[in-house]
């Protein structure tokens, strides 16, 4: 029997220079590649710092397929560079990997393919298939007798597909109380507001209504997201919804809350002024 993986945290200063230095490096990804969806990345970049070296997720990046380890997906695959990036710094593989982002032959493909890289657990980018196969593992999990549990970043705009509400039903009727959803909730989708496009608040509301221990956040407080994932299961018994309120292009001024990031590529200068934004030296 495997060990149970133990996860790792760092102070929350060190949270913050990693969340700078992550955003840098999907922008100077975007640019070497070509690749968009730049804003959508930035948004949840605080939430994957969290999961990943704030003290919650129990993973071994030397063993990326230990059984006892907690599931962690990224639904809004459109955002896979950040969850790269954030892989290559907790160890699962090594960081000039992310120089091939988006290119042939890289085991970093725009959107996450299956078994593509070490760390990645599934196939996303369709929306709204990652909550159904993070409640298919939860169950697994119950069945099976494992104390893993599971993460699901999914996207506002993904909450629009009704395959999202069916998973979000049946979880609370098998008491997944090890099933966690974090929502980052940027307030933009494609192709306008994401309240505009879909009628989603008050979605802390909706996910209550469906059953769910749900609550809000700042979704780029890293420190009270580590702290609010690491209390799941969080002693009701039901499974645990977490929507984080974020910014689009967040921690780039030009870039903030500017839906043109969602397909806009950044031009050399404005890696430059990102850069300096961003105080990397």
Same mark, same amino acid.
């Given at each position: 029997?495997n060990a149970?993986?133990?996860p790792?945290?760092v102070?929350p200063g060190e949270?913050q +220079?990693?969340?700078?230095? /992550?955003?840098y490096k999907?922008?100077?990804?975007s640019?070497?590649?070509?690749?968009?969806?730049?804003?959508?990345?930035?948004s949840?970049?605080?939430i994957?710092?969290? !999961?990943y070296?704030?003290?919650?997720v129990r993973i071994?990046?030397?063993d990326p397929q230990?059984?006892?380890?907690? +599931?962690? /997906?990224?639904s809004? @695959?459109?955002?896979?560079?950040?969850l790269y990036?954030?892989?290559?710094?907790?160890g699962?593989f =090594?960081?000039?990997w992310?120089?091939?982002?988006?290119? +042939?032959?890289? =085991?970093?493909? *725009?959107?996450?393919?299956?078994?593509c890289a =070490?760390?990645v657990e599934l196939?996303t980018g369709?929306l709204?298939?990652?909550l159904?196969v993070?409640?298919?593992?939860?169950l !697994?999990?119950r /069945?099976q007798k494992r !104390?893993?549990r599971?993460f699901? &970043?999914m996207?506002d705009? *993904?909450?629009? *597909?009704g395959? &999202?509400?069916?998973?979000?039903?049946f !979880?609370?009727?098998?008491?997944?109380?090890?099933?966690?959803?974090v929502?980052?909730?940027?307030k933009?989708q494609?192709t306008?507001r994401?309240n505009?496009?879909m009628?989603?608040a008050p979605?802390?509301?909706?996910?209550e209504a469906f059953?769910?221990?749900?609550?809000?956040?700042?979704?780029?407080?890293?420190?009270?997201l580590?702290?609010?994932?690491?209390?799941?299961?969080d002693?009701?018994?039901?499974?645990?919804? /977490?929507?984080?309120?974020t910014v689009k292009?967040?921690?780039?001024s030009?870039?903030?809350?500017?839906?043109?990031?969602?397909? +806009?590529?950044p031009k050399? @200068?404005e890696?430059e002024a990102?850069?300096?934004e961003?105080?990397?030296?």
């Amino acid at each position: 029997m495997n060990a149970t993986p133990v996860p790792v945290a760092v102070s929350p200063g060190e949270l913050q +220079r990693l969340s700078r230095r /992550i955003r840098y490096k999907l922008i100077e990804m975007s640019h070497r590649s070509g690749a968009p969806h730049l804003g959508s990345a930035m948004s949840c970049t605080d939430i994957l710092v969290a !999961a990943y070296f704030g003290g919650v997720v129990r993973i071994n990046p030397t063993d990326p397929q230990d059984p006892l380890r907690d +599931r962690f /997906i990224l639904s809004k @695959g459109h955002a896979a560079s950040a969850l790269y990036a954030t892989l290559a710094e907790r160890g699962f593989f =090594p960081r000039d990997w992310l120089e091939t982002f988006a290119t +042939r032959g890289s =085991p970093l493909a *725009e959107q996450p393919a299956p078994n593509c890289a =070490p760390g990645v657990e599934l196939a996303t980018g369709s929306l709204g298939h990652g909550l159904p196969v993070g409640v298919g593992m939860a169950l !697994a999990a119950r /069945i099976q007798k494992r !104390a893993y549990r599971v993460f699901v &970043v999914m996207s506002d705009g *993904e909450c629009n *597909e009704g395959s &999202v509400w069916e998973a979000a039903m049946f !979880a609370p009727a098998c008491r997944l109380d090890q099933l966690c959803v974090v929502v980052d909730y940027n307030k933009w989708q494609a192709t306008g507001r994401s309240n505009d496009v879909m009628s989603l608040a008050p979605l802390v509301k909706k996910w209550e209504a469906f059953g769910w221990s749900a609550t809000e956040i700042d979704g780029h407080d890293v420190t009270n997201l580590a702290a609010a994932m690491s209390r799941v299961p969080d002693g009701t018994g039901k499974p645990v919804a /977490i929507v984080a309120h974020t910014v689009k292009g967040k921690g780039v001024s030009f870039m903030e809350d500017d839906n043109n990031w969602h397909y +806009r590529i950044p031009k050399a @200068g404005e890696v430059e002024a990102a850069r300096k934004e961003l105080g990397i030296e």
